[in-house]
T-cell receptor
Framework: AQTVTQSQPEMSVQEAETVTLSCTYDTSESDYYLFWYKQPPSRQMILVIR??????QNATENRFSVNFQKAAKSFSLKISDSQLGDAAMYFC????????????FGKGITLSVRP | GAVVSQHPSRVICKSGTSVKIECRSL??????MFWYRQFPKQSLMLMAT?????????EQGVEKDKFLINHASLTLSTLTVTSAHPEDSSFYIC???????????FGSGTRLTVV
């Protein structure tokens, strides 16, 4: 079974600075998808970024980018130019290839942004 | 984009009564719906996977007689909490796979309080 580990329960960042959220996972599969989801106080789950394991290039979405290290099974999220609206819980998630595969979530990390 | 509409957003019920939560996929067909439970500041815990036209698959430790799941159409899945007790108070979220990004669209969640 796959597992996702987020070892940092909380982090804080100064507005406009950069912060990196860590995630590691364990799997025996060679192809899979990885995600970062954001859950603000409204508790609506929002997709931040995704990465296909077969792609070597790290995914980027505006201020959000990942550092995907397949051999190390590491998938960290970098948030640049942090904004107050980035304050939320962030979840790293894994899914297998194949229709309707379930998501396996990490425990999440609470990110606070200091003005 | 793909939207999953979840209702109600909040519900308060008396102990011993049943509560139904609905999730509708508005602009796509959801052959599979995932139901999660989330406690404050914790991760999403998968309760069950519902498939249109067939019985739901429950995760280990989830009482199938308490949490009844029905997925009668490609656009509607329901979770009924039967004979609710205060310990069933939680945040319940549904999600369905979207075909465009290999991720999932989440409902906005239901906060259930049993008094």
């Amino acid at each position: 079974a796959q597992t996702v580990t987020q070892s940092q329960p909380e982090m804080s960042v100064q507005e406009a600075e950069t912060v990196t959220l860590s995630c590691t996972y364990d799997t025996s599969e060679s192809d899979y998808y990885l995600f970062w989801y954001k859950q603000p106080p409204s508790r609506q789950m929002i997709l931040v970024i995704r990465q296909e394991a077969y792609k070597q290039q790290n995914a980027t979405e505006n201020r959000f980018s990942v550092n995907f290290q397949k051999a190390a099974k590491s998938f960290s999220l970098k948030i640049s130019d942090s904004q107050l609206g980035d304050a939320a819980m962030y979840f790293c998630a894994y899914r297998s290839v194949g229709a309707n595969s379930k998501l396996t979530f990490g425990k999440g990390i609470t990110l606070s942004v200091r003005p | 984009g793909a939207v999953v509409s979840q209702h109600p957003s909040r519900v308060i019920c008396k102990s011993g009564t049943s509560v139904k939560i609905e999730c509708r996929s508005l602009d796509f067909q959801a052959t599979t719906m995932f139901w999660y439970r989330q406690f404050p500041k914790q991760s999403l815990m998968l309760m069950a996977t519902s498939n249109e036209g067939s019985k739901a698959t429950y995760e280990q430790g989830v009482e199938k007689d308490k949490f009844l799941i029905n997925h009668a159409s490609l656009t509607l899945s329901t979770l009924t909490v039967t004979s609710a007790h205060p310990e069933d108070s939680s945040f319940y979220i549904c999600s369905a796979e979207t075909s465009t990004d290999y991720g999932y669209t989440f409902g906005s969640g239901t906060r259930l309080t049993v008094v």
